[in-house]
């Protein structure tokens, strides 16, 4: 088996983000996105990856490089549009040759892995195999119905009036039956490739589509509020460690990480929390759920549920929370601006804040 890991998207849910960086290398917990995927498909069993990539490319490459960190060989697969899921596996027709592979979006975080859904598709063999979970609002998602039996009977993508609220989630498993399915597709309203079509193409055709419902946790994150959240949920395992320098006038609580180089003087961190490699924390608080990149400087001010990205520097700020804070930002203080602070901030943004 292969794994295909699609990481080609633009991420307009998350710019200014994205305007700079890759939404997939956005990192959860200290560690970009994209890599709890790639740590997932290796502990499955599988070696060799094709990436679909698009502008962003070389920054992933630069990320991932061969894939030997994660034990896998990864071959790049060049994305002109981001033109649908679909239309990735018609571009990666000749790498997944007549292998069976699983899909990977690369921007989704599943807790648990897909060690056994791999095991029961190769002991099973249908002809695709789809991961599905009860959602609020499944209009934003490709939507599953079943029949009594729990078989798939048919999908929709974004439908306005949904048949079930069983959403599908970002992975995928086929058998090499899909590439006839994808050959015959036509772009649908939104101009893409559709998998869900693809998938309801197997359906009419006969062939057998199953599903499982998964009970563990999942997230798209491809926006700021799924982004924390799944940030928080990473966090609430950590073992706690402390690498780097933490003064006697510091205090850390719980769960905490400081990675090697970062210093802790006169401040107190309650966790769960990441300070990152190399950051300066002086005379701050830094609250539960907060991941501090590396390089960061964090000085008399208060943050927490956050994510900020590296090199980041915050001076002199009252108070942030559930903000997400890009590359190089600088927020200082500034008079006659509301106190209550909520930011996404873009690369090399500079901001100034009331203290």
């Not at 007549?98 to 029961?120: C, H, K, S, W």
């Not at 309203?189 to 998998?195: K, V, Y």
């Not at 003087?265 to 907060?290: K, L, M, Q, W």
């Amino acid at each position: 088996m292969k794994a295909l890991v699609l990481a080609g998207g633009s991420g307009t849910r998350l710019r200014p983000i994205t305007h700079t960086s890759a939404k997939q290398l956005v990192p959860v917990a200290g560690k970009p996105v994209l890599f709890y995927g790639l740590e997932a498909i290796a502990a499955a069993g599988i070696t060799e990856l094709g990436m679909v990539v698009g502008d962003t490319q070389a920054e992933i490459e630069a990320a991932v490089g061969d894939g030997s960190a994660f034990g896998l060989q990864v071959t790049y697969l060049r994305q002109e549009a981001p033109l649908g899921l679909a239309h990735g596996v018609l571009i990666a027709r000749d790498f997944l040759g007549d292998d069976d592979f699983v899909m990977y979006l690369g921007d989704n975080f599943i807790v648990g892995g897909i060690t056994d859904l791999v095991a029961r598709f190769t002991r099973e063999r249908p002809a695709a195999q789809i991961m599905l979970t009860e959602v609020g609002d499944p209009r934003q998602f490709g939507v599953a119905e079943l029949d009594a039996g729990g078989r798939v009977v048919g999908l929709e993508e974004k439908p306005e009036r949904p048949k079930s609220d069983l959403a599908l989630v970002g992975v995928y498993l086929f058998s090499p039956a899909v590439h006839a399915a994808v050959a015959e597709l036509k772009p649908s309203w939104r101009g893409e490739l559709e998998i869900t079509d693809a998938i309801q193409w197997l359906i009419e055709a006969g062939l057998r589509v199953e599903s499982s419902v998964i009970t563990g946790y999942w997230k798209d994150t491809g926006n700021v509020t799924d982004m924390l959240e799944v940030n928080r949920l990473v966090l609430e395992s950590v073992e706690p460690r402390v690498s780097g320098h933490v003064d006697a006038a510091s205090d850390l609580v719980g769960r905490v990480v400081v990675e090697p180089g970062a210093v802790v003087e006169r401040s107190r961190v309650v966790g769960p929390a990441i300070i990152g490699g190399g950051a300066r924390i002086r005379d701050s608080y830094v609250g539960p759920f907060t991941s501090i990149g590396a390089s960061c400087t964090i000085t008399g001010s208060e943050i927490e549920y956050s994510i900020v990205l590296p090199r980041a520097s915050i001076a002199g700020v009252g108070r942030i929370e559930w903000s997400l804070i890009g590359h190089d930002v600088e927020v200082t203080p500034a008079p006659h601006t509301p106190r209550a602070h909520r930011l996404v901030l873009g690369d090399h943004s500079k901001v100034q804040i009331s203290s």
